[in-house]
């Protein structure tokens, strides 16, 4: 039986690979402001997938056809996987394929991004999901207070994987997801017009005063109005938090909206509308921004990896670098991407050798990542990542943290992004506003 089931995983493994290297770009993961929700990435990982691929993966499925139908596989070992809708079509090729060799197919379903977390919450009803689930980690505390994950045991490859990834799919000391990409916000700065990255968010004020007393740019560092989930490192950098960490994690108790980190952020901010560099009037959205960085209007931004494909197509020079810090280092939250074992599985034994002996593996990480050009979450890809500008990414989230999973958060974002208004026109001062802000929360 073990012999069985390792050949199919064997097989699977090829689906699984084959599928990461045409996977649509990972969505934004986690709660944003409504005030800048970061595009969908382009096809950027589509365009790498190619015929060879294709031919790989068959020529796999002819070289295991005669091993699988000898091991008399049933389809009591298929596979359920639920997907998004852009890498269903290939899987359920790949599916066919298996099924042809061994007479046990991989049941693809299509469904939305958007979608998967409620389509397995509304399986419950009938009894019938997947026994893999790709998504967010985002969506772990949902799912585990349903009992609708299960826990993976990564045994010794634990320390193969970013600890923050592993965070973000942990709960009450269990891992639920084998997480194999991870996203944050980084400075990205115009090598042109800034010859050496600014260490702090004191430096980058003097940058910008200094470049627009020479006429060189309009403002020297630009940002989205409002916006807390970008400023969010900044707040950090200056010692402000959302929530304390407790022995047992976040402690919702202690909030520090309202902190003297937070508040000195946001005097930051003030200041730097004060001295002209920021406008206090202008209304900057995520493409304002980004075209005045890509115009040469602006030298520097905060942004993420979604951006890449924008920033590539308007040949304006640009480097991908750690996020200044200033009393501390930077700590940017992180939006993670995984593989989940459904808690409805029929093969959970399966889906568990699969993801842990297959898809842990330096090759598999590695096509994954060339797939899905994301920093790997998985510690011997990261550490060798060619890319400059991946590894910048990579780089400005080495102190990140996974978003805290509340259901809280959208209310707190709202809070924290009028508050960032306020101070920005100068209507209220960074205490006042913050203090504002925290008793909205917490009413």
């Known amino acids: 039986m073990r012999n069985r089931i390792g050949l199919l995983a064997t097989a699977l493994m090829v689906v699984l690979l084959s599928l990461t290297a045409c996977a649509a770009p990972i969505q934004p993961s986690g709660t944003l402001p409504p005030a800048a929700p970061p595009p969908a990435a382009t096809e950027v990982a589509e365009e790498m997938v190619g015929e060879a691929s294709a031919?790989?993966?068959?020529?796999?499925?002819?070289?295991?056809?005669?091993?699988?139908?000898?091991?008399?596989?049933?389809?009591?070992?298929?596979?359920?996987?639920?997907?998004?809708?852009?890498?269903?079509?290939?899987?359920?090729?790949?599916?066919?394929?298996?099924?042809?060799?061994?007479?046990?197919?991989?049941?693809?379903?299509?469904?939305?991004?958007?979608?998967?977390?409620?389509?397995?919450?509304?399986?419950?009803?009938?009894?019938?999901?997947p026994d893999i689930i790709v998504g967010s980690a985002g969506w772990t505390d949902e799912l585990v207070a349903r009992d609708l994950l299960l826990p993976i045991d990564l045994g010794e490859k634990q320390t193969s994987f970013l600890?923050?990834?592993?965070?973000?799919?942990?709960?009450?000391?269990?891992?639920?997801?084998?997480?194999?990409?991870?996203?944050?916000?980084?400075?990205?700065?115009?090598?042109?017009?800034?010859?050496?990255?600014?260490?702090?968010?004191?430096?980058?004020?003097?940058?910008?005063?200094?470049?627009?007393?020479?006429?060189?740019?309009?403002?020297?560092?630009?940002?989205?109005?409002?916006?807390?989930?970008?400023?969010?490192?900044?707040?950090?950098?200056f010692g402000g938090y959302l929530f304390g960490e407790g022995a047992d994690g976040l402690d919702v108790n202690d909030l520090g909206i309202d902190g003297e980190g937070a508040q000195a952020a946001y005097a930051w901010l003030a200041e730097m509308v004060a001295n002209g560099h920021l406008n206090a009037d202008a209304l900057v959205d995520y493409d304002i921004m980004h075209g005045m960085f890509e115009s040469g209007d602006a030298a520097m931004i905060v942004t993420g990896p979604w951006a890449l494909p924008r920033l590539r197509a308007s040949g304006i020079p640009f480097v991908v670098t750690e996020l200044p810090g200033e009393v501390q280092p930077a700590t940017p939250y992180i939006g993670v991407q995984g593989f989940m074992i459904s808690a409805l599985a029929e093969n959970s034994e399966l889906a568990q050798q699969v993801l842990t002996d297959f898809v842990a593996t330096d090759e598999v990480m590695q096509e994954i990542f060339k797939g899905d050009p994301r920093p790997s979450?998985?510690?011997?890809?990261?550490?060798?990542?060619?890319?400059?500008?991946?590894?910048?990414?990579?780089?400005?989230?080495?102190?990140?943290?996974?978003?805290?999973?509340?259901?809280?958060?959208?209310?707190?974002?709202?809070?924290?992004?009028?508050?960032?208004?306020?101070?920005?026109?100068?209507?209220?001062?960074?205490a006042d506003a913050l203090t504002q802000a925290c008793l909205l929360y917490t009413s």
């Open 55 to 129: 031919a790989m993966v068959v020529t796999a499925f002819e070289d295991l056809q005669q091993d699988l139908v000898e091991t008399d596989a049933s389809s009591e070992t298929a596979l359920d996987i639920w997907v998004d809708e852009t890498r269903a079509p290939l899987l359920a090729q790949l599916g066919a394929e298996f099924e042809a060799a061994a007479g046990a197919p991989v049941n693809v379903t299509p469904i939305a991004f958007s979608q998967i977390l409620a389509a397995v919450e509304d399986a419950v009803a009938t009894g019938e999901g």
């Open 163 to 237: 600890e923050s990834a592993l965070d973000a799919f942990a709960v009450d000391g269990e891992i639920y997801g084998l997480p194999y990409a991870t996203e944050n916000v980084a400075l990205v700065y115009n090598p042109e017009l800034v010859s050496e990255a600014p260490a702090t968010w004191s430096e980058v004020a003097e940058i910008a005063a200094q470049l627009e007393a020479d006429g060189v740019v309009q403002q020297g560092f630009v940002r989205q109005t409002g916006d807390p989930y970008h400023f969010y490192p900044i707040l950090s950098a």
């Open 377 to 430: 979450a998985y510690l011997p890809v990261r550490a060798v990542i060619e890319d400059p500008d991946l590894y910048g990414f990579a780089l400005a989230g080495e102190n990140g943290v996974p978003e805290p999973r509340l259901a809280a958060m959208s209310q707190i974002w709202d809070d924290l992004d009028q508050a960032l208004q306020e101070v920005s026109r100068g209507e209220l001062t960074p």
